[in-house]
């Protein structure tokens, strides 16, 4: 995979960049080039082998033809993540640097979705920044549109995702009281409303009655 100077493209750690020139280093095995990519947003410059560049993840901005499978991502259920913060951390680590866009969306989506059903610890903040930043960034280049404008198209979809399960939910809800209820009726003895009355009187009103 070859880049040219000035192409956009996505580390996998580090976000969007750009190529901004091409280096060769002498080293004990001979020469070796570098693409230089620039990371304007955190103000970082990295130089990566070229013969390792696809090993890394550095890969182009994703096609147009992708962007609607991540908006389905986005408007999709959340998933709940696991309450064990290291097995929190690590599977949401695992979405953010696999240089997928989807997989991205994904860890976007569920923080947000646990933000609004419990808490986010302060890791967990720092994971939702990084991934937004991600994300908005990719798809506001592959789009060729601004960052306020991906940023509000993002968050109506995951906000519209969020709404979609909470509503599911309390359905789900109801109808489990509905059933519960349900049941306990079915349990309570039935009263007989048929008509006659039975046969059988209490002894005094029949002495009564003689």
């Keep these: 995979m070859g880049f ?27 020469f070796q080039r570098y693409y230089v990519i620039e990371f304007i947003h955190n103000r970082l410059t990295v ?64 923080l947000l979705w646990r933000e609004s059903a419990k808490y986010l610890t302060e890791a967990d903040k720092e994971a939702l920044a990084e991934a937004r930043a991600l994300l908005i ?15 509000q198209s993002v968050d109506d979809a995951i906000a519209q995702a969020i709404r979609d399960r909470q509503d599911a939910e309390a359905r789900a809800r109801e109808l489990e009281l509905e059933m519960e209820l349900k049941l306990e009726l079915e349990e309570q003895e039935p009263v007989s409303t048929d008509w006659p009355f039975p046969a059988a009187v209490p002894a005094e009103l029949s002495e009564a009655a003689v």
């Design 137 to 151: 960034t990719e798809l506001a280049l592959a789009l060729d549109q601004s960052w306020e404008h991906t940023e």
């Design 47 to 110: 130089h990566v082998p070229a013969p390792r560049i696809e090993q890394i993840g550095v890969r182009p901005v994703m096609p147009v033809a992708r962007i609607a499978g991540v908006m389905e991502t986005l408007e999709s259920h959340p998933v709940d993540l696991p309450d064990e913060f290291r097995l929190r951390r690590n599977e949401i680590d695992k979405q953010i640097h696999s240089g997928y866009p989807k997989q991205v969306a994904a860890a976007v989506r569920d």
């Design 4 to 30: 040219i100077i000035g192409q956009s493209v996505i580390h996998p750690s580090h976000g969007a960049g750009t190529i901004v020139a091409f280096q060769e280093k002498e080293l004990v095995k001979g």
